[in-house]
């Protein structure tokens, strides 16, 4: 695969980054966007304990919004779909979706580092994690007291890229 779109869920924003290697092994980033918010600003702008569907509907409608000029420009929905484009997570949401997904009894970082998931599977797991409500993400062992609300806003931003038929995090 000579291409890859990473992206980096942080506190305040989000990063997406379009990268190619060429045939003569270079690699360069192609195309660039950030998202305005992140994790922390998300859950600070929607402070209720356990998010809404409403609020979380609004993040997704918001991300999709700001990747349509970003998947116009460079057609990532056609790469996905051609198995062209590899899509990569790096973030505390990241890694808790694989946490959650391998079902970890605690986080194991070997474990969920280069773990490669299909677009249903981070489906189903998300799906998972709403299921759980804030009580029971605080519960889990993978999530706990810290990052229970902050799971569900990067949760929200990360449904958006299924959307685009991601086939790896």
């Known amino acids: 695969i000579k291409r890859a779109l990473v992206f980096d869920i942080g506190g305040g924003s989000t990063e997406i ?3 190619r290697t060429t045939n003569s092994g270079n ?3 192609e195309g660039y966007v950030s998202l305005p918010y992140g994790v922390v600003t998300i859950s600070e702008a929607f402070p209720e304990q356990d998010m809404t569907n409403l609020a979380y509907d609004t993040i997704i409608e918001r991300t999709q919004k700001i990747l ?4 116009e420009k460079y057609h990532i929905r056609d790469a996905v779909a051609a198995q062209e484009i590899q899509i990569i997570g790096t973030s505390g949401t990241v890694t808790v979706l694989g946490a959650v997904h391998l079902n970890l ?3 194991n970082r070997s474990a969920v580092d280069g773990l490669a998931l299909s677009a249903q599977d981070v489906e189903r797991t998300i799906a998972k994690i709403k299921r759980m409500g804030d009580d029971g993400r605080r519960r889990h062992a993978c999530i706990g007291m810290q990052k229970a609300d902050l799971t569900m806003a990067g949760c929200a931003i990360t449904v958006s890229y299924t959307h685009l038929r991601a086939h790896e995090t």
């Open 105 to 107: 009894p605690r986080y």
């Open 27 to 29: 690699t360069f980033i």
């Open 17 to 19: 980054s379009l990268a």
């Open 68 to 71: 349509a000029d970003f998947e």
